[in-house]
């Protein structure tokens, strides 16, 4: 009660801030006034004015009402829509880099078009984010007609696209593109060789649809470049034909985590089943060190087996298993399941194994999209998750009223025994429905799902459609007839679909249909549809709008709230309700113990239901808790993921200094007396006696780096000779080496060759530092067993292996250089994949250096001679072998 009125006395903060832009809407709409008696020439002419104005020191606060007043004109013309109000107000909420909640059916694609040609005037570029290549070439058509008018060009991202139309597209003013593809150009840009062969230019500004989708349903899984590594697919079909063999004594399912471990006795099962396999010794056991990849491949062919269902988390499509996405049913082409999880799967389907990947480069959506300086978001449901976007993201989510009254009714829950039972009163009611002509979306939470339905109202010879990821290609057919009379549409997740359900169906793509093998008068026939769709229109609203039935909850509410979603658009009328039975895996996983007690206490019997708000309630709580679990997750990921972000940063910074610099030979020279200086301080320390130096063993070092004898045992012997003095003898002699090459090579030859293998290394190195992070991060949660937090150990240990591949990079960039004999022979680097599919992209030397098989030979010391570091072995293997490749591992004293 409290709440209550302290509401309708005080407002809400989301009320209150719509008010504070009523302002400028009244200046918006009085500018309307003024910008409509302008000719199509006069319109145009103002995206020139307003940049004139942004150069002389407007800001774009400043010319917003005036920029939303052109905006809305120019739509009206080239579009045939002119905003509402409420989209107005979407559009500034939008500019304030804020999460805008728009319902389904208000009109957000057109809503976008205010900010986006409001900030695409600084000249800095706007991006649209969208979750598909289809709404992003959509959008890009549909809307680019209205910007291309006002003078803005537009660029389109879809995965098929070349290189150079990729760096086309994003020094357009405006750039629609997927999420995806931003992500993955941004981490293949920071593996190139030049800055003139990057395609993306700096962050500005970007909008996002579907930003709910996409920075929380998708921010637990990174994009990752990756390289191929050996070939483990006859050890992945092996280790798969031994798990049909275990009985359910032998493993533990832990559905609410996703995972399956193997009991005692399944360690004993498995042990004795690899052995009689000859796949282990006889004489060892299942956990003995070099067993160990065998216990990875035998856990990862269990979860293959008893957490991953086909039609469910994947499909087989092509002799190749494709990941389907939960939250929206559609297939993630490119992607693949990391850690050798999609090879075991794919032994399991019995296709082609594609080798296993090595990290290359990876970042979350979390990360990328927080590098941009403003950011806005738009969906029909953010609020559920207001907090995670404040905490992670600092964006604001602000709900926009809609510009009609909703008329739409969700009904309570019902809810049955068993799945048999439900699924027979779903029937039951998709026959009632739909012979009285009333349109209905049945939504599914699975391709198996959508397609046992469809089976179902097969056999009751009930006329539907199915759209899944099975069927994505006709989707916006099969949207454009569900609100017929008579439509029966099964969908799974209906989250960014992007195509809005009419009521009587959709003219545009019922006339594009007709009209492609129509013979006759094509004026008369979209006539004729127009007049045909406004009839059944007319029919659908007199039996009350879309009908939405959910065959089951979804652990999201967000997900509930976008099917219901469909319905009831523009003021229309509609109904929704879900039908559940308690062996819905929701309910038998996370739903209480407390709903089979009140469903006890009712009495349900087989084939009755039960429709009662405690129960709907109760429902939802349980979805709250999986929310909440599962918030914690991404945040747990996110602050383990900063620290490869910090790193990442730095990496990705040094990249573009080498791309960029013109003095790289500086760089080297420098680099080269930070080396030396720690080398000197390691065996002359620093205030110390003569007597305690090493100056044999900083010989042989310097040998070891440069090929190159310096005296320092008789330089050390003069007198009075400082520890500043033998550094600066150390760094004038290794200095010659360089020297040396820019006489023998050229200046412009050495510095594309100093470019080249500093640019490689680092790329080496980074590359097992990410795989050693792996390592790190797969065991640092049993840290907590000795009460230790396991982020801060990570934080510690993560840094440590930052700091020694730091090291690590200047003594090799300075060996490798030393050594590094040019020839004429223009050598590309290798080709990199993407998550095991071969990239469009290869990396490539840009000088005439070949770096892939560099002759590091030391001309002072044959290579089959003994190694004077005194190690008793050859050359070749010793000191010589440590700068032989520029790309290879490097291998030490020792090892």
């Known amino acids: 009660m409290f709440k209550y009125i302290a509401k309708k006395l005080f407002s809400s903060s989301n009320d209150r801030l719509l008010r504070s832009l009523q302002p400028t809407l009244t200046k918006i709409n009085q500018l309307g006034d003024i910008i409509k008696p302008l000719s199509d020439q006069q319109l145009k002419l103002k995206t020139e004015e307003f940049r004139e104005m942004l150069e002389r020191g407007s800001t774009l606060d400043d010319i917003l009402p005036e920029a939303f007043a052109v905006v809305r004109e120019a739509a009206s013309r080239v579009l045939g829509e002119r905003h509402f109000d409420v989209q107005l107000l979407g559009g500034m909420i939008l500019h304030k880099g804020m999460v805008a909640e728009m319902k389904t059916g208000e009109g957000k694609t057109l809503v976008a078009t205010l900010p986006v040609y409001l900030n695409a005037l600084s000249g800095h570029g706007v991006h649209v984010v969208t979750v598909n290549d289809y709404l992003a070439t959509r959008d890009a058509a549909w809307m680019g007609a209205l910007y291309k008018f006002l003078g803005l060009t537009v660029g389109t991202i879809t995965g098929s696209i070349s290189e150079d139309m990729r760096k086309e597209s994003y020094l357009a003013d405006i750039t629609y593109c997927t999420n995806n593809e931003l992500g993955f150009d941004y981490l293949r840009d920071n593996l190139k060789f030049t800055k003139e062969k990057m395609v993306q230019r700096g962050f500005n500004y970007a909008i996002i649809d579907e930003v709910d989708s996409i920075l929380i349903d998708e921010s637990r899984t990174p994009l990752i470049i990756s390289g191929s590594t050996e070939d483990n697919s006859a050890l992945y079909y092996k280790v798969n034909e031994l798990i049909p063999k275990l009985v359910s004594v032998d493993y533990e399912v832990d559905e609410k985590n996703k995972n399956c471990m193997l009991t005692e006795h399944g360690h004993q099962s498995v042990e004795e089943m690899l052995k009689k396999a000859k796949l282990i010794n006889p004489n060892t056991s299942l956990y003995d060190i070099e067993n ?154 699975s391709i198996e799902k959508s397609e046992h339905l469809s089976n179902l109202l097969h056999k009751r010879k009930i006329k539907h459609s199915v759209l899944n990821a099975k069927y994505h290609q006709q989707e916006a057919e099969i949207i454009a007839q569900a609100g017929r009379p008579h439509a029966v549409t099964i969908a799974t997740n209906m989250a960014g679909r992007g195509t809005d359900i009419m009521l009587g169906g959709n003219p545009k793509m019922l006339y594009k249909a007709a009209s492609e093998h129509y013979k006759g008068d094509l004026e008369a026939l979209e006539k004729k549809i127009h007049e045909q769709v406004e009839l059944d229109k007319k029919k659908v609203l007199e039996l009350g709008g879309l009908y939405v039935l959910g065959t089951e909850r979804h652990e999201s ?339």
């Open 292 to 445: 160990m990849e065998l216990v990875h491949h035998v856990n990862q062919a269990l979860k293959a087996h008893h957490m991953f269902k086909k039609e469910v988390d994947y499909i087989v499509k092509n002799d190749a298993v494709m990941i389907i996405d939960e939250f929206t049913g559609r297939v993630l082409d490119g992607r693949r399941y990391s850690d050798g999880l999609h090879q075991a799967i794919e032994a399991k389907e019995n296709v082609r194994i594609q080798n296993e990947n090595q990290t290359l480069a990876s970042i979350t959506f979390q990360n990328y999209f927080r590098m941009y300086p403003k950011i806005a978001g738009m969906t029909g449901t953010a609020m559920n998750e207001a907090a995670e976007f404040q905490d992670i993201y600092k964006l604001q989510v602000v709900s926009i009223p809609t510009h009609l009254e909703i008329k739409r009714r969700d009904e309570e829950d019902i809810i049955y025994k068993t799945a048999h039972e439900k699924y027979k009163a779903i029937v039951e009611e998709i026959a009632r429905v739909s012979s009285e002509g009333q349109p209905i979306l049945v939504g599914t939470i």
């Open 557 to 895: 509410r967000r997900i509930d709230d976008q099917l219901r979603g469909r319905s009831g658009r523009q003021g229309d009328p509609g109904i929704t309700r879900f039908y559940i039975s308690l062996e819905d895996d929701l309910m038998r996983i996370f739903g209480s113990d407390k709903i089979s007690t009140v469903l006890t206490k009712f009495g349900l019997k087989d084939g009755e239901a039960i429709i009662h708000p405690w129960i709907s309630r109760s429902i939802g709580k349980a979805q709250q808790k999986v929310e909440s679990r599962n918030y914690e997750i991404r945040k747990t990921l996110l602050k383990f993921d900063n620290v490869m972000n910090e790193q990442r940063s730095v990496i990705y910074a040094q990249r573009f200094t080498l791309m960029d610099s013109e003095t790289i030979l500086e760089i080297l020279s420098d680099i080269r007396k930070e080396v030396n200086r720690e080398m000197v301080e390691r065996y002359v320390p620093q205030k110390s006696l003569p007597e305690e130096w090493n100056l044999a063993q900083l010989e042989k070092e310097m040998f070891g780096l440069y090929g190159l004898h310096i005296d320092l045992q008789a330089f050390g012997k003069q007198e009075d000779v400082t520890e500043l003095e033998i550094f600066e003898y150390v760094d004038k002699e290794t200095g010659t080496v360089y020297e040396e090459k820019i006489k023998e090579y050229g200046p412009e030859m050495m510095t594309t060759a100093v470019r080249t293998v500093m640019l490689n290394t680092l790329d080496q190195l980074w590359k097992e530092h990410l795989h050693r992070l792996d390592h790190l991060r797969t065991g640092i949660n049993l840290r907590a067993y000795a009460q230790k937090d396991p982020l801060h150990e990570y934080q510690m240990e993560a840094f440590e292996l930052f700091k020694s591949m730091l090291d690590t990079y200047s003594v090799l960039s300075v060996q490798r250089l030393a050594h590094i004999e040019i020839s004429t022979e223009r050598v590309d680097g290798g080709t990199l994949s993407l998550d095991g599919k071969p990239s469009s992209q290869s990396l490539e030397t840009d000088g005439e250096v070949n770096t892939s098989n560099s002759k590091m030979v030391n001309q002072r010391v044959p290579r089959n001679s003994q190694c004077p570091c005194g190690s008793g072995k050859k050359y070749k293997h010793c000191h010589g072998l440590q700068g032989f490749s520029s790309v290879g591992s490097t291998k030490r004293d020792g090892e």
